[in-house]
C-alpha cells in the first residue's frame, strides 16, 4: 500500500507559477514511477508528468518547457513545478504512483489559473 498526500494547488493569474507537492509514504520502495495526472471539467484525466525509479521524464506535449517534474528522495516527495501558467492548465492535479500493474491516487489538488 501506498498513501499519497498533494499539497500545493491554488488560485494563480495567467503567467504566474506554482509547485505541487506530493508525499508518499507506505511501501514506496517497491515504486516504479511517481507522477502527475490533471483532470479538467467535463475531460478525461491526462498526464501531465511522469518520473520513473531511474529517473527518465515524460511530459504531455502542452506542458513541455512550462512544467518540471522532480522528486527528493530523502524526503519522499516528487514536485510539479509549474511556469507560465494558462487558463487551460486549470484542472484537478493528481498525484499518481505506480507498483507494477497497481496504481495509487492522491486526492487531488486544485489549480485554477485566471485570465
Known amino acids: 500500500q501506498v498513501q499519497l498526500v498533494e499539497s500545493g494547488g491554488g488560485l494563480v493569474q495567467a503567467g504566474g507559477s506554482l509547485r505541487l507537492s506530493c508525499a508518499a509514504s507506505?511501501?514506496?520502495?517497491?515504486?516504479?514511477?511517481m507522477g502527475w495526472y490533471r483532470q479538467a471539467p467535463g475531460k478525461q484525466r491526462e498526464l501531465v508528468a511522469v518520473m520513473t525509479y531511474g529517473g527518465s521524464t515524460t511530459y504531455a506535449d502542452s506542458v513541455k518547457g512550462r512544467f518540471t517534474i522532480s522528486r527528493d528522495n530523502a524526503e519522499n516527495t516528487v514536485y510539479l513545478q509549474m511556469n507560465s501558467l494558462k487558463p487551460g492548465d486549470t484542472a484537478d492535479y493528481y498525484c499518481?504512483?505506480?507498483?507494477?500493474?497497481?496504481?495509487?491516487w492522491g486526492q487531488g489538488t486544485q489549480v485554477t489559473v485566471s485570465s
Open positions: 499518481n504512483a505506480e507498483l507494477g500493474l497497481v496504481n495509487y
Open positions: 507506505g511501501i514506496i520502495f517497491s515504486i516504479n514511477a
